[in-house]
């Protein structure tokens, strides 16, 4: 009887599962190798040497071409993964010798994937938790400043703690200070109505300029020797480094704390009372007051979620890597964030696979600009034209004739004015 | 003479859907043809095909002999088609005379609207067919009937005479279904032709000439009004014999559950909804509120359901005051609330079948455990509500938004009604719903109250407040006009006291408050 039962349940089980895994995931797979391709184009026609050999004759602008491209994307992809031929050379050497730090150099490149991808993944849940609350929160940027001075402040000021109390303190000031500044346009929202986006969007603004005040020199939180930068944080607040025999590798324990808030992210979106709370009120919240839920409060819960997300991408990223806080020292992980989370359908597994790609073109376009001299910005453009048809999807459908999707739970990404 | 319009092997198809399959119908010139079937049964797909919304797959039409190809409403109209839709096309802020001139303007030299012109020609075809409507009125101001013949004035403009009625009687109170009839008659003595699209039986006797059921996407049969009856129609509709009558006992009416006084509410737009709205509802029996819509009804169940707060007033549920409670406690009391708009209201449609079961207990065992929800429990529990309660579903997991709007109705009444409770509150319950399932949630709620608990219904179909209420309670302007016995009512009666109209007191003067 239990075990009939349980066939049953697997067999509609796997519907859902075929759609994640091929619905969910073709539009951005298509949407990635598609802006691979237009990349392509544009880096051919950037390129002078390209336009010199059309000069000559089409079948040498043909071959010039696939050299320029295929130069760029491998050095892009060695950039982001690793040149195979060294790591293997690298592991070899560790084996018969004993010397790892050939091998350690050779990862170096995916380590970078993965460092950059770090607060990517914070930020991204930040926003992705947001989407499924209907609520459009572009104040992560703002909330990573913010969360970024207070962990900063805790890291350096207090001194004389172990690191299994500093460390903590740290981070719990960094999710304190983003789930603040998250809070306020929340408390907005939900009281008078008055839209999260113009306020976050505000509230960045504020953020910024407070950061500003703090950190520049003479200000209360600088460093003192005249330069616009915060003191350096003890030891003991620092996340440990994964390969720290080998200093310019950055990739730490930041990293493991990020899968670990994507699966808390995944557990309360979608295990909890809370989570269904926040997903009612941000499908229909219409529907969710009919159920007696109050909407004004999920509301603030969702954006201290996000802020308290938002400033562990700060925290992470000043406590594993940077260990000091310098004056505009943000990398728009914040803005890229919104992105992420449209990429990643805003579920949390969608958020990681998204952040490693994110991760990963910007640590292969260093390499690309590098080795191939293809500007920083072709990979801008990259990213741009993944989000375009992402957010565009009809575009892909249509460009490969795709069937629309299923329907299913179609995510809220903002409403209009004033409406609640 | 060859018929005003024919409509041969008419088949539209959708993918996965055959929503015409092979139609053929027949218009006389002078007659009424009536399209009778239930949602879903191929009636607008064949009047979008007529109007050149939609292309077919196959068949032909012919107006008037010729065979003709229409792609768009414009060549519809040319060739005398004109619709009047479900929901009207007018702008509300908009006088008559632009409304009806909008799209085809009456233009003096050379760039000024002439509206005297097109009054005048509002002004004939007013008279010529009894319509009564005043060319400079407001059209928001309109009551709905009137909105309705403007609808038919913008047709007439445009010199359509084959004209397409959808649904025109959903929004109507009787008498002013009665004075929709006498223009219809009036549009028929002046060569006019009509088609009407309906599942009201009653008034689908009265009105027509001929008669085509469809159902699946093909007609399954013509009628004649004098050669059949509402039982007839109504097997050959749903394919099966229905009860048109709701099978009920005596009430057996017990302690008072639900107690309004003297309730006073605001809506939306700031304006007195309710004036004063007193009634009881005890265990045990049904009580209708019948009225034609915005009189009030949805403001008094959002009151009553905790989802708005009242201007003054006392309601009170098993003797406690819950004016001011929230939509939670309420629930908690034991109040069961079936939301007039399902998908707006009682539904999260990207959600599950299993977690819209849930809408409102989701927070408490066995479904959750302090904050933990129980995907077992609460598959467990969908699996056993959509068995019990008759959902048509692939499985518990496929989104709400994927279902037929019947089956929509059954999971909020599955949700609503498998609770322990001792007051239902059911707003339009069967508004847009096939007979099987109108039969079905007309069951559950006599189910019910025979179980001991208080009913209160509100509808604007008059002949389910009727078939299914003890008692009946009829508002107009936010106020109670009368409550009634639903034995003794008659509709007459009834459409007075919804048009404001009382037999022994004349009402009293409603107030005005400020925003």
Redesign the interface.
């Known amino acids: 009887m239990t075990e009939q039962k349980q066939k049953t349940q697997d067999k509609q089980e796997q519907p859902r599962k075929r759609k994640l895994a091929l619905g969910g995931m073709l539009i951005p797979l298509l949407a990635i190798v598609t802006a691979l391709v237009l990349g392509a184009i544009v880096i051919i026609a950037t390129d002078v040497t390209v336009a010199d050999a059309f000069g000559e004759g089409i079948g040498a602008g043909l071959v010039r071409s696939w050299r320029v491209i295929s130069r760029a994307y491998s050095a892009f992809f060695t950039g982001a993964f690793g040149d195979p031929a060294q790591m293997y050379r690298g592991l070899s050497q560790w084996i018969s010798t004993g010397d790892g730090t050939r091998w350690a150099r050779s990862l170096y490149p995916i380590t970078e994937t993965l460092r950059y991808a770090t607060p990517y993944i914070f930020a991204g849940l930040s926003v992705a938790v947001g989407f499924r609350g209907g609520l459009f929160n572009i104040g992560a940027e703002g909330q990573y400043f913010i969360a970024g001075l207070t962990t900063v402040f805790v890291g350096y000021a207090i001194t004389d703690l172990p690191w299994f109390i500093h460390l903590p303190l740290a981070l719990v000031a960094g999710i304190l200070g983003g789930a603040v500044w998250a809070a306020i346009p929340g408390y907005l929202k939900a009281k008078t109505g008055a839209h999260e986006v113009i306020n976050t969007i505000m509230m960045n603004y504020i953020a910024f300029r407070f950061a500003e005040f703090m950190l520049d020199v003479g200000g209360p939180m600088a460093r003192g020797d005249g330069r616009p930068v915060s003191p350096v944080i003890q030891e003991s607040a620092q996340l440990a480094q994964f390969l720290p025999s080998n200093q310019d590798i950055r990739f730490n324990v930041g990293f493991i704390l990020a899968l670990l808030a994507a699966w808390f992210a995944y557990w309360l979106l979608f295990k909890t009372t809370i989570g269904y709370e926040i997903r009612t009120v941000g499908q229909n919240p219409r529907a969710a007051r009919y159920a007696g839920m109050s909407v004004p409060k999920t509301i603030v819960i969702t954006m201290i979620v996000a802020g308290g997300l938002a400033g562990l991408a700060a925290a992470t990223d000043l406590l594993g890597v940077l260990r000091f806080m310098p004056n505009a020292f943000s990398a728009g992980y914040g803005f890229d964030a919104i992105a992420l989370a449209l990429l990643g359908n805003s579920h949390p597994w969608g958020v990681v696979l998204a952040s490693l790609l994110f991760g990963a073109l910007r640590s292969g376009a260093r390499n690309m600009q590098g080795i191939a001299r293809v500007p920083l910005d072709i990979t801008q453009i990259l990213q741009g034209l993944i989000i375009i048809f992402i957010a565009a999807p009809e575009i892909i459908q249509a460009l490969y004739r795709l069937r629309g999707l299923e329907k299913g739970e179609e995510l809220v990404l903002t409403r209009g004015w004033g409406q609640m | 003479m060859p018929p005003v319009l024919e409509l041969k092997g008419i088949t539209k198809r959708f993918p996965g859907v055959l929503a015409n399959d092979h139609i053929d119908v027949t218009l006389n010139e002078g007659e009424v043809l009536t399209l009778l079937g239930e949602n879903g049964a191929g009636k607008s797909t064949l009047m979008n095909v007529l109007y050149g919304l939609y292309t077919p797959d196959e068949g032909e039409i012919y107006v008037r002999g010729e065979k003709v190809d229409i792609r768009g409403p414009n060549d519809a109209i040319d060739l005398g088609i004109g619709m009047v839709h479900q929901h009207f096309m007018l702008v509300p802020v908009l006088t008559v005379v632009e409304n009806v001139m909008l799209g085809m303007e009456s233009i003096k030299n050379g760039i000024f609207l002439d509206l005297e012109d097109a009054a005048q020609r509002i002004r004939e075809i007013s008279e010529q067919y009894g319509l009564n409507v005043d060319p400079y009125a407001l059209v928001g101001e309109l009551p709905v009937g009137l909105q309705q013949r403007v609808e038919i004035t913008k047709l007439l403009y445009r010199k359509a005479d084959i004209l397409i009625l959808d649904e025109p009687t959903a929004v109507l109170t009787p008498q002013e279904v009665e004075g929709l009839f006498e223009v219809i008659r009036s549009l028929l003595s002046k060569g006019k032709s009509i088609i009407f699209i309906s599942h009201k039986l009653k008034e689908v006797l009265e009105i027509s000439d001929n008669i085509a059921v469809l159902r699946g996407g093909r007609v399954v049969g013509y009628a004649k009004p004098d050669e059949s009856n509402e039982r007839s129609l109504a097997s050959l509709m749903v394919g099966r014999e229905v009860i048109l009558t709701v099978p009920k006992g005596p009430a057996q009416p017990a302690d008072v559950v639900l107690e309004v006084q003297d309730l006073r509410a605001l809506d939306d737009r700031h304006h007195l909804a309710l004036r004063g709205v007193s009634f009881d509802v005890r265990a045990g029996e049904i009580v209708g509120v019948a009225g034609v819509q915005g009189n009030g009804q949805t403001e008094l169940i959002e009151v009553l ?1 905790g ?1 708005r707060s009242p201007a003054s007033g006392t309601v009170r549920l098993m003797g406690h005051n819950v004016t001011d409670a ?3 406690i309420i ?1 908690e009391m034991g109040s069961a ?1 079936i ?1 007039e708009d399902r998908q ?8 599950p079948v299993a ?1 819209n079961m849930i ?2 207990t ?2 408490l065992p066995p479904v ?1 455990e302090g ?3 129980q ?1 077992a429990a609460v ?1 467990e529990r969908a699996e056993r509500l959509v068995e019990e309660y008759d959902v048509r579903t692939p ?3 496929t ?1 709400a ?2 279902l037929s709007g019947g089956n929509q109705q059954k999971v909020i009444v599955a949700r609503e009604l498998s609770r322990e409770v001792k007051l239902v509150i059911a707003s339009q319950p069967t508004r847009g719903l096939d007979v099987g399932s109108i039969e079905y949630i007309h069951s559950q709620l006599v189910r019910k109250r025979d179980e001991g608990a208080a009913v209160l219904v509100v509808s604007a179909e008059l002949d389910e407040v009727l078939s299914l209420a003890d008692r009946i309670i009829v508002m107009f302007e936010g106020q109670v006009m009368d409550i009634v016995s639903a034995e003794t009512a008659t509709k007459e009666e009834l459409g007075l006291l919804m048009a404001g109209v009382h037999e022994d007191a004349p009402v009293a003067a409603g107030e005005e408050v400020a925003a």
């Open positions: 359901t989802l929230t939509p939670r629930t609330h939301p707006r209201d009682g539904l999260v449609m990207g959600y977690d809408l409102n989701y927070y959750a904050i933990l929800m995907e598959r499985s518990v997991i989104p938004g994927n």
